[in-house]
């Protein structure tokens, strides 16, 4: 499968960002709740608030969430381009070697039935 390098890097943030647990989580919080503060998502997790902004700043930079100002506060809500984008890809890849095990999986049964038998009668 071949892709453009724009694609890929995004692919590439996309999956790096979701590596670590606490991100997932965060995610998680946001969906449920459609948008949130940090204080607010730091009260659901075991992490200070420096730490979610921290986590938040690289899920924004993946394209995962974004942040706007309502007033003092900044409320943070789920993107989900970035990850569907990369879902798409998943689905390419898994695609791609459902076909390639379909393949060996045909020349196996093929060369079995072609070839002489080696078990004993």
Not at 5 to 32: E, F, I, W
Not at 54 to 74: F, N, P, Q, T, W
């Amino acid at each position: 499968m071949t892709e453009e390098r724009p694609a890929a890097d995004a692919v590439d943030s996309v999956l790096g960002a979701l590596a670590d647990p606490t991100r997932r989580q965060l995610l998680d919080l946001l969906a449920a709740q459609g948008e949130a503060t940090a204080t607010t998502l730091a009260e659901r997790l075991p992490v200070s608030r420096q730490a979610v902004v921290k986590h938040l700043a690289v899920l924004d930079a993946a394209g995962l969430v974004s942040g706007g100002r309502v007033g003092r506060e900044v409320r943070y809500a789920v993107r989900p381009a970035a990850l569907n984008a990369t879902a798409r890809w998943m689905v390419g890849l898994a695609a791609d070697w459902d076909r390639r095990l379909a393949n060996i999986k045909r020349v196996a049964e093929a060369a079995e039935w072609d070839g002489p038998s080696t078990r004993p009668d």
